[in-house]
């Protein structure tokens, strides 16, 4: 399996684990492998629409959609690792939704599909 293949396999399993732990149920996700790898998870917010975003240089972050012409506004960052574990990415939702800040925007990563495709490999 080339690392393509790899990639869309392990982040598609891999963002089904995050929203179980987060309780998203399955057609509040999305994910995209082109250029880049992408994903996206509907959040239950108070009173705005929320998504947690992950992307293959960044990493996971949460945004309030405002307009769907417009791009989501980013309101924290989770930060490195690119792939944390489940229960980390819920952790990290929660201590959001509770008032507390993420950390500041990672600085963009080199793309490394090799190395990402390893990463998700666990989800394989």
Do not use: C
Not at 5 to 22: D, H, T
Not at 42 to 60: A, F, I, S, T, V
Not at 68 to 97: I, Q, Y
């Amino acid at each position: 399996m080339d690392d393509s293949a790899l990639i869309s396999l392990g982040l598609a399993r891999y963002v089904q684990a995050v929203a179980e732990e987060v309780g998203v149920p399955p057609e509040g996700t999305e994910f995209e492998v082109s250029d880049t790898a992408t994903a996206y998870l509907g959040l239950e917010g108070p009173g705005r629409d929320l998504m947690l975003l992950w992307n293959e240089q960044r990493g996971w972050s949460i945004a309030v959609e405002t307009d769907p012409t417009e791009k989501p506004v980013v309101v924290a960052h989770l930060g490195l690792p690119l792939v944390p574990t489940p229960d980390e990415v819920a952790r990290f939702v929660d201590e959001v939704l509770a008032g507390k800040r993420g950390g500041p925007e990672p600085e963009v990563g080199t793309q490394d599909r090799h190395r990402l495709a390893g990463r998700l490999s666990d989800y394989l």
